[in-house]
């Protein structure tokens, strides 16, 4: 499904390079659920981000889907991601100004799909999540753990074949972060979605297929489950 | 998608109506000065227009090119208008036009009226729609009148008006009428004003001045055929001015006139009358017109009010948007395209600019009287549904929302997603444009502020500088309503003996300033005196001139009835005296008017301003000549009750002239008067500087709510640290202050300049003077300072813990 090549982020201050990235090679397959884990600041937020487009990587090449993402252009790329990538937050990143019912509707606006199909998907993914009742609430009405079920919701809104996820239960208590956990295990065995989420917690990475290790910017262990 | 945009925008400026209330104001305001300041403009400048055939009629004016420069004139002889008909098929239509007042009567009803003396074409040329009466006819009987619908009205009420006998009382010779016509009532956005009309064969002298190319009495206007190019008119005149003009070209030689670089002394030109409204270098128009300056300058003051509230919403919305980062990020990752965001917060600002127009408009009906007190302007607030003025509008509108809205709309849409959901929003900091922008809003707030201080410490001086005679205490009455001067001199000389507080009478072919009818006069007189050719203003007076008006008497003696020779004395003023240049000039005879005999100086007097301070004490003869008439009586009162002196004086003249009214004023009221422009100016310098200054406030004060947000984390930490209130205050007061520095000098070179080229047109000006630099830079530092303090000092004083906590 994606597969990066030698893949490298830096920043440069003072005329010095600081590698973030160094020379990363992945390759993930559809269906899988990968779990990276690594100490603070070893660059897992920065390799989730290049994958989900967000961020372009310094050198390297990068394939999503067979397309070569290294030669698109800024509006293929988002083309790309708007279509394939929903996006899961640590921080939820849910918007203030709209309930949680526009919330969970905004990608389809941003997709054109038509009113009655955009009524009906969201209705069908509020009733999924056991949220219908609180459609009409702002997410400051939400606890952290509803919140980030209406991330998730909006995430999937779209069908995406890719979900990518920032330390999703960082903010959420263990219960909480739990139930996240077998949302993502359930999305990814009944639906078929792929997920790559970054994690500190071991009890969590063991949900996924594959746990990878991240070091200093370079990939320390890789083990399959 | 629409629905949904508006729906987030209205919740978003919801959410910071803090914010958006301070934009919102500021834009109002703004709006309500522009709308009042253009529409004034736009009444100014669509005078006339009415006027189907407004660019085919022009104004014929003369120009002499003397000596000391070319001098225009729009007096013309009364044969020049038959002549010019005759002589040249190109004029399709003429006429000669001079006002005055007439009283016309019918039945026991008499009513005091301004009267137009015209040409049967004046109709044909100028579109004052007939009610009743032929348009091809209506004037061609000798003794008909036009009236206007109004003036029909208050004379015969309901009763039918047309062909009516009525009585007009013009230059005391009274003679029926016949009502010939009924005219609409004329716009008050008319030059031409006139309640009746009558032939010019009525108009005084008319007889006598037949064939006098030498008298000029009246002016006269012009229609050229349709299609004809009056370009060449000009110099198809110059056979015309060689045949008809001869006399007075050479009256011109001997008083020095130069040819100019074609080979003229003297010529005839035309001026399109759809400038006359601006036609203050004319010499004499329709109407009164306005110096161009002021609509100019209101323009200008209307673009600066417009340019610091664009400014200010651009400098909002951009410190808005910065926190608003978070959800441009989201919403990219969520597949927002740059265009959608563009359009979202776009539609935020269009519904900002909405708001603000519907509540400047309606704070423009609130202030727009006070406004046409203030301005003297005639405008209306149903102007606005003039198309032209809507289109103007709505062009304007988007202009605002397009420069305002879009720039900080694109500043918001570029920030780099992975950056702002990280909460990092450093690197987008608006800081160099933000602070250009305030540079620029207090520029225009200085400079309005410099010249504002210079132009009301010129009237201040204009108003404070002794002008050689006393102006407090001598009334001016003039003399009109078809009174003859020397009767009415002598009345009032007979009836205000017996008044106690009364010092003296006299009386004057020239005012002093401008009094209350308005007009004002002057007289020129050339001769030979040896071999120079010497220019003298001359100034008819009577008895006790010099006592009534406390005027210095260097050297002889004032006129005096006990000399015999005083009609045929002179009293000059000290520049006349250099002029003249002979020692002994008292006492000596001077060729005065060269055929008849020489006058003898009697007196020198010291200068004094008897013209208004834009212009130099000129050579000034006084004479008894009765050629001049008397056109105003100056009474001088002893100190004391002025008010009660006044009404004692009106009520005299009342019992005199009971149908004519008192126009009497105080000289330094009529002194005052010659000044009403600057004072207008003035007040659009306070006016303009007060709104820009206030606009640009609340610009500063949202700007400062917002560094003090951004750095409330910094605060605490250097509270912690040990630093004072006062300290962080001026932390946080600093910056702005430098660049408000920064703004007022770069405003000190533009303010000298502009203001520096305003004084040029006093003969008596202030010189600039650097502490108003310094009070004006003062004064926008401390309004800044104050501003930013609100925010400031709340800050300094929040419990550092309670902000790190926050974060
Ligand atoms: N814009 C930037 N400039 C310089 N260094 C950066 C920038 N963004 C991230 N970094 C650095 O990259 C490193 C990796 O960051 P990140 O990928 O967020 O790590 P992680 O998610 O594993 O904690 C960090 O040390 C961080 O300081
Ligand atoms: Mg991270």
Redesign the pocket.
């Given at each position: 499904m994606l597969s990066l090549k030698q893949i490298s982020k830096y920043?440069s201050s003072g005329g010095a390079k600081?590698y973030?990235l160094n020379r990363v090679d992945l390759d993930v397959d559809q269906g899988e659920f990968v779990s990276i884990m690594?100490p603070?600041?070893?660059?897992?937020?920065?390799l989730l981000n290049i994958i989900g487009m967000l961020d372009q990587p310094s050198e390297g090449y990068q394939y999503f889907l067979n397309e070569p993402v290294h030669q698109l252009k800024d509006k293929q790329r988002s083309a790309l991601y708007k279509q394939n990538i929903g996006f899961v937050f640590q921080a939820y990143h849910l918007i203030d100004e709209l309930t949680v019912y526009e919330n969970i509707e905004t990608p389809l606006l941003y997709q054109d799909v038509k009113s009655a199909e955009r009524k009906a998907l969201v209705a069908d993914i509020l009733d999924r999540f056991n949220i219908v009742g609180k459609k009409d609430l702002f997410p400051e009405q939400l606890s952290g753990g509803q919140q980030q079920l209406v991330g998730i919701a909006r995430a999937l809104i779209s069908k995406p074949k890719l979900i990518l996820a920032d330390e999703p239960t960082g903010n959420l208590n263990s219960k909480q972060g739990e139930e996240i956990m077998e949302l993502f295990k359930k999305l990814n065995k009944e639906d078929g979605v792929t997920v790559i989420q970054v994690t500190h917690s071991e009890k969590n990475a063991q949900y996924g297929s594959r746990i990878i290790n991240l070091l200093d910017g370079k990939i320390d262990s890789s083990i399959i489950l | 998608m629409l629905k949904n945009y508006i729906k987030t925008a209205w919740r978003n400026l919801w959410k910071g109506r803090v914010f958006n209330l301070l934009n919102l104001v500021g834009l109002a305001v703004a709006i309500a000065c522009c709308t009042l300041i253009f529409l004034t403009v736009f009444y100014e400048f669509t005078y006339d227009r009415f006027h189907t055939k407004l660019d085919n009629i022009y104004q014929i004016y003369t120009v002499s090119n003397r000596a000391e420069g070319a001098e225009v004139t729009s007096s013309v002889p009364e044969p020049l208008t038959p002549a010019l008909k005759a002589e040249y098929p190109a004029v399709k239509y003429m006429t000669r036009s001079a006002d005055a007042g007439a009283l016309i009567k019918y039945g026991n009803k008499e009513l005091d009226e301004n009267l137009h003396f015209v040409d049967e074409d004046f109709l044909k040329m100028f579109t004052f729609p007939l009610i009743e009466g032929n348009k091809n006819n209506v004037l061609s009987g000798l003794n008909n009148v036009v009236i206007t619908q109004a003036t029909a009205k208050a004379l015969f009420g309901e009763e039918p008006a047309l062909n009516k006998t009525v009585l007009l009382n013009i230059n005391n010779v009274q003679q029926p009428f016949i009502v010939s016509g009924i005219l609409e009532d004329i716009s008050r956005h008319s030059s031409i004003e006139f309640d009746l009309l009558v032939r010019f064969e009525h108009y005084p002298n008319y007889a006598a001045n037949i064939n006098a190319w030498e008298n000029r009495t009246h002016i006269a206007m012009i229609e050229f055929n349709n299609g004809y190019d009056p370009a060449s008119f000009t110099s198809q005149l110059t056979p015309f001015v060689k045949k008809h003009f001869a006399p007075s070209i050479e009256i011109l030689k001997k008083d020095g006139a130069k040819p100019n670089e074609k080979g003229d002394i003297f010529w005839l030109d035309i001026a399109p009358f759809s400038n006359n409204h601006f036609a203050t270098n004319l010499g004499g128009v329709e109407g009164n017109p306005v110096n161009k300056t002021y609509p100019v300058s209101l323009i200008v003051i209307g673009c600066f009010i417009l340019i610091i509230a664009c400014i200010n919403f651009i400098n909002l919305s951009v410190a808005r948007g910065f926190t608003r980062s978070r959800e441009v990020g989201v919403r990219k990752t969520l597949g927002a395209s740059k265009g959608q965001l563009l359009i979202q917060f776009w539609i935020e600002t269009i519904m900002v600019c909405l708001a603000s127009m519907v509540v400047g408009l309606l704070l423009c009906m609130a202030l727009i009287n006070q406004f046409k007190a203030i301005f003297k302007s005639r405008i209306s607030l149903s102007m606005l549904l003039d198309p032209v003025t809507l289109f103007g509008i709505i062009i304007l509108f988007l202009l605002v929302t397009a420069i305002a809205g879009f720039y900080p709309a694109l500043m918001m849409v570029r920030y780099k997603t992975v950056?702002v959901l990280k909460g990092n929003t450093a690197s987008t900091k608006p800081g160099k444009l933000r602070n250009t922008l305030l540079v620029v809003q207090f520029s225009l707030s200085t400079l309005l502020i410099i010249c504002t201080i210079i132009t009301w410490q010129q009237i201040n001086y204009l108003q404070n500088k002794p002008l050689g005679y006393n102006k407090t205490e001598v009334l001016s009455i003039p003399v009109s309503g078809g009174l003859i001067g020397e009767k009415a001199l002598k009345l009032m000389r007979n009836e205000l003996k017996n008044h106690a507080e009364v010092a003296s009478v006299t009386g004057a072919y020239m005012n002093m300033g401008r009094g209350n009818d308005g007009s004002s006069r002057s007289s020129i007189l050339g001769f030979n005196f040896g071999d120079k050719e010497i220019r003298t203003h001359i100034q008819r007076v009577d008895y006790d001139y010099l006592k009534t008006l406390d005027i210095k008497l260097l050297e002889g003696r004032e006129f005096n009835p006990d000399f015999a020779g005083d009609s045929t004395a002179v009293i000059i003023n000290e520049t006349m005296a250099r002029q003249l240049g002979t020692k002994n000039v008292l006492g000596s005879f001077v060729p005065m008017y060269d055929s008849v005999a020489k006058v003898q100086v009697v007196g020198i007097v010291k200068d004094y301003n008897f013209r208004s301070l834009h212009e130099d004490i000129a050579p000034l003869t006084l004479t008894m000549d009765k050629h001049y008439e008397i056109n105003y009586i100056f009474v001088k009162v002893k100190p004391g009750n002025l008010v009660a002196s006044y009404d004692a004086i009106k009520k005299s003249w009342n019992r005199q002239y009971p149908n004519t009214e008192f126009e009497g004023s105080w000289i330094n009221e009529n002194t005052e008067r010659q000044y009403l422009n600057e004072r207008r100016l003035s007040g659009i310098f306070v006016s303009g500087a007060v709104i820009a200054i206030v606009i640009s406030c609340i610009g500063l004060l949202a700007i400062s709510i917002m560094i003090v947000l951004q750095r409330t984390k910094e605060i605490g930490i250097r509270k912690v640290l040990g630093s004072s209130v006062g300290g962080i205050v001026l932390l946080l007061s600093m910056d702005f202050v430098k660049l408000v520095l920064l703004a007022s000098v770069i405003a000190f070179p533009i303010a000298w300049w502009l203001m520096n080229n305003w004084l040029q047109s006093f003969a008596y000006r202030i010189t600039i003077q650097w502490w108003v630099f310094a009070l004006a830079t003062l004064l926008a530092i401390l309004l800044a300072f104050i501003t930013i303090s609100f925010q400031s000092v709340k800050a300094a004083l929040a419990n550092p813990v309670k902000s790190l906590r926050s974060e």
């Amino acid at each position: 499904m994606l597969s990066l090549k030698q893949i490298s982020k830096y920043y440069s201050s003072g005329g010095a390079k600081t590698y973030v990235l160094n020379r990363v090679d992945l390759d993930v397959d559809q269906g899988e659920f990968v779990s990276i884990m690594g100490p603070s600041g070893s660059g897992k937020s920065t390799l989730l981000n290049i994958i989900g487009m967000l961020d372009q990587p310094s050198e390297g090449y990068q394939y999503f889907l067979n397309e070569p993402v290294h030669q698109l252009k800024d509006k293929q790329r988002s083309a790309l991601y708007k279509q394939n990538i929903g996006f899961v937050f640590q921080a939820y990143h849910l918007i203030d100004e709209l309930t949680v019912y526009e919330n969970i509707e905004t990608p389809l606006l941003y997709q054109d799909v038509k009113s009655a199909e955009r009524k009906a998907l969201v209705a069908d993914i509020l009733d999924r999540f056991n949220i219908v009742g609180k459609k009409d609430l702002f997410p400051e009405q939400l606890s952290g753990g509803q919140q980030q079920l209406v991330g998730i919701a909006r995430a999937l809104i779209s069908k995406p074949k890719l979900i990518l996820a920032d330390e999703p239960t960082g903010n959420l208590n263990s219960k909480q972060g739990e139930e996240i956990m077998e949302l993502f295990k359930k999305l990814n065995k009944e639906d078929g979605v792929t997920v790559i989420q970054v994690t500190h917690s071991e009890k969590n990475a063991q949900y996924g297929s594959r746990i990878i290790n991240l070091l200093d910017g370079k990939i320390d262990s890789s083990i399959i489950l | 998608m629409l629905k949904n945009y508006i729906k987030t925008a209205w919740r978003n400026l919801w959410k910071g109506r803090v914010f958006n209330l301070l934009n919102l104001v500021g834009l109002a305001v703004a709006i309500a000065c522009c709308t009042l300041i253009f529409l004034t403009v736009f009444y100014e400048f669509t005078y006339d227009r009415f006027h189907t055939k407004l660019d085919n009629i022009y104004q014929i004016y003369t120009v002499s090119n003397r000596a000391e420069g070319a001098e225009v004139t729009s007096s013309v002889p009364e044969p020049l208008t038959p002549a010019l008909k005759a002589e040249y098929p190109a004029v399709k239509y003429m006429t000669r036009s001079a006002d005055a007042g007439a009283l016309i009567k019918y039945g026991n009803k008499e009513l005091d009226e301004n009267l137009h003396f015209v040409d049967e074409d004046f109709l044909k040329m100028f579109t004052f729609p007939l009610i009743e009466g032929n348009k091809n006819n209506v004037l061609s009987g000798l003794n008909n009148v036009v009236i206007t619908q109004a003036t029909a009205k208050a004379l015969f009420g309901e009763e039918p008006a047309l062909n009516k006998t009525v009585l007009l009382n013009i230059n005391n010779v009274q003679q029926p009428f016949i009502v010939s016509g009924i005219l609409e009532d004329i716009s008050r956005h008319s030059s031409i004003e006139f309640d009746l009309l009558v032939r010019f064969e009525h108009y005084p002298n008319y007889a006598a001045n037949i064939n006098a190319w030498e008298n000029r009495t009246h002016i006269a206007m012009i229609e050229f055929n349709n299609g004809y190019d009056p370009a060449s008119f000009t110099s198809q005149l110059t056979p015309f001015v060689k045949k008809h003009f001869a006399p007075s070209i050479e009256i011109l030689k001997k008083d020095g006139a130069k040819p100019n670089e074609k080979g003229d002394i003297f010529w005839l030109d035309i001026a399109p009358f759809s400038n006359n409204h601006f036609a203050t270098n004319l010499g004499g128009v329709e109407g009164n017109p306005v110096n161009k300056t002021y609509p100019v300058s209101l323009i200008v003051i209307g673009c600066f009010i417009l340019i610091i509230a664009c400014i200010n919403f651009i400098n909002l919305s951009v410190a808005r948007g910065f926190t608003r980062s978070r959800e441009v990020g989201v919403r990219k990752t969520l597949g927002a395209s740059k265009g959608q965001l563009l359009i979202q917060f776009w539609i935020e600002t269009i519904m900002v600019c909405l708001a603000s127009m519907v509540v400047g408009l309606l704070l423009c009906m609130a202030l727009i009287n006070q406004f046409k007190a203030i301005f003297k302007s005639r405008i209306s607030l149903s102007m606005l549904l003039d198309p032209v003025t809507l289109f103007g509008i709505i062009i304007l509108f988007l202009l605002v929302t397009a420069i305002a809205g879009f720039y900080p709309a694109l500043m918001m849409v570029r920030y780099k997603t992975v950056a702002v959901l990280k909460g990092n929003t450093a690197s987008t900091k608006p800081g160099k444009l933000r602070n250009t922008l305030l540079v620029v809003q207090f520029s225009l707030s200085t400079l309005l502020i410099i010249c504002t201080i210079i132009t009301w410490q010129q009237i201040n001086y204009l108003q404070n500088k002794p002008l050689g005679y006393n102006k407090t205490e001598v009334l001016s009455i003039p003399v009109s309503g078809g009174l003859i001067g020397e009767k009415a001199l002598k009345l009032m000389r007979n009836e205000l003996k017996n008044h106690a507080e009364v010092a003296s009478v006299t009386g004057a072919y020239m005012n002093m300033g401008r009094g209350n009818d308005g007009s004002s006069r002057s007289s020129i007189l050339g001769f030979n005196f040896g071999d120079k050719e010497i220019r003298t203003h001359i100034q008819r007076v009577d008895y006790d001139y010099l006592k009534t008006l406390d005027i210095k008497l260097l050297e002889g003696r004032e006129f005096n009835p006990d000399f015999a020779g005083d009609s045929t004395a002179v009293i000059i003023n000290e520049t006349m005296a250099r002029q003249l240049g002979t020692k002994n000039v008292l006492g000596s005879f001077v060729p005065m008017y060269d055929s008849v005999a020489k006058v003898q100086v009697v007196g020198i007097v010291k200068d004094y301003n008897f013209r208004s301070l834009h212009e130099d004490i000129a050579p000034l003869t006084l004479t008894m000549d009765k050629h001049y008439e008397i056109n105003y009586i100056f009474v001088k009162v002893k100190p004391g009750n002025l008010v009660a002196s006044y009404d004692a004086i009106k009520k005299s003249w009342n019992r005199q002239y009971p149908n004519t009214e008192f126009e009497g004023s105080w000289i330094n009221e009529n002194t005052e008067r010659q000044y009403l422009n600057e004072r207008r100016l003035s007040g659009i310098f306070v006016s303009g500087a007060v709104i820009a200054i206030v606009i640009s406030c609340i610009g500063l004060l949202a700007i400062s709510i917002m560094i003090v947000l951004q750095r409330t984390k910094e605060i605490g930490i250097r509270k912690v640290l040990g630093s004072s209130v006062g300290g962080i205050v001026l932390l946080l007061s600093m910056d702005f202050v430098k660049l408000v520095l920064l703004a007022s000098v770069i405003a000190f070179p533009i303010a000298w300049w502009l203001m520096n080229n305003w004084l040029q047109s006093f003969a008596y000006r202030i010189t600039i003077q650097w502490w108003v630099f310094a009070l004006a830079t003062l004064l926008a530092i401390l309004l800044a300072f104050i501003t930013i303090s609100f925010q400031s000092v709340k800050a300094a004083l929040a419990n550092p813990v309670k902000s790190l906590r926050s974060e």
